[in-house]
Nanobody, 118 residues
Framework: VQLVESGGGLVQAGGSLLLSCAAS????????MGWYRQAPGKQRELVAA????????NYADSVKGRFTISRDNAKNTMYLQMNSLKPEDTAVYYC????????????WGQGTQVTVSS
């Protein structure tokens, strides 16, 4: 499974961005997916996650009410709509996909930079 993120960039506080994660390869094996972020000097943290069918989602408290995760399985693509962005949202955002086959495998994208200016 290969994951490629896009949509990052520089935005002013209060603005919006839409991140996309396109999956290719053995996409049939993908179950849950999620977005993580890592700011300089900090550990990578879960931002939002979504189940295989998209019926259940969960969010970090810091982004609830501002970010929305979704996926289009027909297009093998996951999204993160980010609204009301804050400077503290600045980080590299990574796409994650989990496959339960075998012993279970986590796949990661290369990351996309999101910078929010005050």
């Amino acid at each position: 499974v290969q994951l490629v993120e896009s949509g990052g960039g520089l935005v002013q506080a209060g603005g919006s961005l839409l991140l996309s994660c396109a999956a290719s390869g053995s996409t049939f094996s993908i179950n849950a997916m999620g977005w993580y972020r890592q700011a300089p000097g900090k550990q990578r943290e879960l931002v939002a996650a979504i189940t295989s069918g998209g019926g259940s989602t969960n969010y970090a408290d810091s982004v609830k009410g501002r970010f929305t995760i979704s996926r289009d399985n027909a297009k093998n693509t996951m999204y993160l709509q980010m609204n009301s962005l804050k400077p503290e949202d600045t980080a590299v955002y990574y796409c994650n996909a989990y496959s339960p086959y075998g012993t279970g495998t986590d796949y990661w994208g290369q990351g996309t930079q999101v910078t929010v200016s005050s």
